[in-house]
């Protein structure tokens, strides 16, 4: 099973940006769907957004739509994850899962990806 590895995370002030990135600790991100996910303290894992195996579709929850733009360097074997006007709410521990199907972006289900890492950690506070 693929296992995939976050980083990027930090203390931002509101307004601010962080990128995160997710690779694999062994292996290759191609012809995988890729999903961001986050989970604030007390509260349940979400789905954030997704991208499809060739980053020819893309979605995104309601919450981060216009702010957050994910990207896929398959050459790099790397997704990103820009997070732009970045708001309190937003701070969580965000990770990054894998599924070897393109239409489990279309809702961003915990359920339908595998290969969860540690997490990387977006604290927003001024």
């Known amino acids: 099973q693929l296992q995939l590895v976050e980083s990027g995370g930090g203390l931002v002030q509101p307004g601010g940006s962080l990128r995160l990135s997710c690779a694999a600790s062994?292996?290759?991100?191609?012809?995988?769907?890729i999903a961001w996910f986050r989970q604030a303290p007390g509260k349940e894992r979400e789905g954030v957004s997704c991208?499809?195996?060739?980053?020819?579709?893309?979605n995104y929850a309601d919450s981060v739509k216009g702010r957050f733009t994910i990207s896929r360097d398959n050459a790099k074997s790397t997704v990103s994850l820009q997070m732009n006007s970045l708001k309190p709410e937003d701070t969580a521990v965000y990770y990054c899962?894998?599924?070897?199907?393109?239409?489990?972006?279309?809702?961003?289900?915990?359920?339908?990806?595998?290969?969860w890492g540690q997490g990387t950690r977006v604290t927003v506070s001024s």
């Open positions: 899962a894998s599924s070897l199907t393109d239409y489990v972006c279309d809702h961003i289900l915990r359920q339908d990806f595998r290969g």
């Open positions: 062994a292996g290759t991100l191609d012809y995988r769907a």
């Open positions: 991208i499809s195996s060739r980053g020819t579709k893309t």
